[in-house]
């Protein structure tokens, strides 16, 4: 079964940058797309941005567009989230988790869609936007 494990959360500044890792055990990152979703306190679960198991095709929910980037090293077996312009209302605990169905802005944000097609939940690595 697949493992996901995030890194690279921290307390950074507004305007900051952080990259965050998601990292498979064993084989097989290669046959998921994987999502970035985060939760921050007080708030409903947020989907962030999914890339296809291929790494050619990425979307991303409006919020973090233009800052955030996603993308995936398959030979390392790691997604990564580079964060930009980091502002206070990212402050979240990060999540990655793998997808059975197709990336795209309704896996996202369905929330029927991301309880049934999302899975192997990481733990989550808490980012901190505040001077």
């Known amino acids: 079964q697949l493992q996901l494990v995030e890194s690279g959360g921290a307390l950074v500044q507004p305007g900051g940058s952080l990259r965050l890792s998601c990292a498979a055990s064993?084989?097989?990152?290669?046959?998921?797309?994987i999502g970035w979703f985060r939760q921050a306190p007080g708030k409903e679960h947020e989907g962030v941005s999914c890339?296809?198991?291929?790494?050619?095709?990425?979307n991303y929910v409006d919020s973090v567009k233009g800052r955030f980037t996603i993308s995936r090293d398959n030979a390392k077996n790691t997604v990564y989230l580079q964060s930009n312009s980091l502002k206070p209302e990212d402050t979240a605990v990060y999540y990655c988790a793998a997808l059975i169905g197709q990336c795209n802005i309704g896996a996202l944000t369905n929330t029927a869609r991301t309880i049934t097609e999302f899975g192997s939940w990481g733990q989550g690595t808490q980012v901190t936007v505040s001077s």
């Open positions: 890339i296809s198991s291929d790494g050619a095709s990425t």
């Open positions: 064993g084989s097989g990152l290669d046959h998921y797309a």
